[in-house]
């Protein structure tokens, strides 16, 4: 398995997760909120922030815009190509919002959805690039991707296996970087009982390539199931606010979760530690409090074969263990002892 560093930060199995801020298009096309999101987002701990480089033209074609006439995606009710015109992001924007991010210390990623967004990204100096689930059977898109020789993370939502199998080997044959798959349902939002965070580790055995999970469940508990099941990348919409008009602001990570999200996800990292069994020190320690020992069960004299109803067990575990038990039985006591009194290997011959 190939693993792939972003900024530093090295991704895949036994490293901590890389966790992605999708403000997508949440920044409603206004500069000032992208900045802010950005903002929110680096303050929340995340490792990027992520936006989706499509235009008016290279997303949906001109019939399906005519049959899309009226349209309320945001709430507001217009034509589909004008909603889709307001939510872009020009090559301008895409500069001013790397810049930005340099400036601020966020890595900036985006998704790439045509080969034009392909070279503007890598004028940009992306680190890699992603793809959206709607595209792993856009061979030519990945194709033009592979050919930058970056690292690729490739969202599966909607595809099958033959599918995924396919779109890595164009990525391989046509000369990509590292690739790490997300595991997605392309459901807004997904319901827990439909998310299927097996999947994970089918995808892992599968390809032998890392995997990660883009969420669109509402909360914190099943992408943080997912790095319990070894998702090396985390990938959660964001916003300033849910009840903010716009497409994805309803089914994302608030600050105060997505906050949350990065605190439980390097929690849960670490909480994972290792396969082998390992008692520390502390615990070590703790036996003697937490255990038992042999006490008399009653008043004994000495000179008497001890009996297995003689002595009970008692804490603290710093004498004659119950698991000795055997090797104290018959034995004759060196001493009288009172009820409940500890038992030394001194007291028996």
Same mark, same amino acid.
């Given at each position: 398995?190939?693993?792939?560093?972003?900024?530093?930060?090295?991704? !895949?199995?036994?490293?901590?997760?890389?966790?992605?801020?999708?403000?997508?298009?949440?920044?409603?096309? @206004?500069?000032?909120?992208?900045?802010?999101?950005?903002?929110?987002?680096?303050?929340? !701990?995340?490792?990027?922030?992520?936006?989706?480089?499509?235009?008016?033209?290279?997303?949906?074609?001109?019939?399906?815009?005519?049959?899309?006439?009226?349209?309320?995606?945001?709430?507001?009710? !217009?034509?589909?190509?004008?909603?889709?015109?307001?939510?872009?992001?020009?090559?301008?924007?895409?500069?001013?919002?790397?810049?930005?991010?340099?400036?601020?210390?966020?890595?900036?990623? @985006?998704?790439?959805? @045509?080969?034009?967004?392909?070279?503007?990204?890598?004028?940009?100096?992306?680190?890699?690039?992603?793809?959206?689930?709607?595209?792993?059977?856009?061979?030519?898109?990945?194709?033009?991707?592979?050919?930058?020789?970056?690292?690729?993370?490739?969202?599966? !939502?909607?595809?099958?296996?033959?599918?995924?199998?396919?779109?890595?080997?164009?990525?391989?044959?046509?000369?990509?970087?590292?690739?790490?798959?997300?595991?997605?349902?392309?459901?807004?939002?997904?319901?827990?009982?439909?998310?299927?965070?097996?999947?994970?580790?089918?995808?892992?055995?599968?390809?032998?390539?890392?995997?990660?999970?883009?969420?669109?469940?509402?909360?914190?508990?099943?992408?943080?199931?997912?790095?319990?099941?070894?998702?090396?990348?985390?990938?959660?919409?964001?916003?300033?606010?849910?009840?903010?008009?716009?497409?994805?602001?309803?089914?994302?990570?608030?600050?105060?979760?997505?906050?949350?999200?990065?605190?439980?996800?390097?929690?849960?990292?670490?909480?994972?530690?290792?396969?082998?069994?390992?008692?520390?020190?502390?615990?070590?320690?703790?036996?003697?409090?937490?255990?038992?020992?042999?006490?008399?069960?009653?008043?004994?004299k000495q000179g008497a074969r001890l009996k297995?109803?003689?002595?009970?067990?008692?804490?603290?575990?710093?004498?004659?263990?119950?698991?000795?038990?055997?090797?104290?039985?018959?034995?004759?006591?060196?001493?009288?002892?009172? @009820?409940?009194?500890?038992?030394?290997?001194?007291?028996?011959?």
């Open positions: 398995m190939v693993a792939l560093s972003l900024n530093g930060r090295v991704i !895949g199995p036994g490293e901590a997760p890389f966790i992605i801020a999708e403000i997508g298009s949440n920044h409603n096309g @206004s500069l000032d909120l992208a900045f802010r999101l950005i903002d929110a987002a680096r303050e929340c !701990g995340v490792d990027a922030v992520k936006f989706q480089s499509w235009s008016k033209s290279s997303l949906i074609s001109s019939a399906e815009y005519a049959r899309n006439t009226r349209y309320s995606g945001d709430g507001r009710v !217009g034509g589909l190509e004008e909603e889709v015109e307001r939510y872009q992001l020009t090559p301008a924007q895409h500069h001013e919002i790397a810049a930005y991010c340099n400036r601020t210390g966020v890595l900036f990623l @985006s998704s790439v959805f @045509s080969p034009g967004e392909v070279q503007l990204l890598d004028s940009l100096g992306v680190p890699a690039f992603k793809v959206a689930s709607m595209d792993v059977t856009h061979l030519p898109l990945l194709a033009s991707v592979a050919h930058r020789h970056k690292p690729v993370i490739l969202s599966t !939502g909607m595809a099958t296996l033959g599918e995924i199998e396919r779109a890595l080997e164009v990525l391989r044959v046509e000369g990509s970087g590292p690739v790490v798959l997300l595991h997605c349902v392309s459901k807004y939002p997904t319901p827990a009982a439909e998310v299927h965070l097996r999947n994970i580790v089918t995808l892992s055995r599968a390809f032998d390539v890392p995997v990660g999970y883009s969420d669109h469940t509402i909360g914190t508990a099943v992408p943080l199931a997912a790095v319990a099941l070894g998702a090396c990348m985390l990938e959660k919409h964001f916003t300033l606010e849910r009840t903010m008009p716009g497409w994805d602001h309803a089914i994302s990570a608030d600050p105060p979760e997505m906050r949350a999200l990065v605190n439980g996800a390097h929690d849960v990292f670490s909480a994972l530690g290792s396969a082998v069994r390992y008692i520390d020190a502390t615990e070590l320690e703790k036996r003697k409090a937490f255990r038992r020992r042999l006490v008399a069960a009653r008043a004994l297995s109803e003689d002595v009970d067990f008692k804490r603290p575990g710093t004498g004659i263990g119950p698991d000795e038990l055997s090797y104290a039985v018959g034995r004759t006591l060196t001493r009288d002892l009172e @009820s409940d009194e500890e038992l030394e290997w001194s007291d028996l011959r």
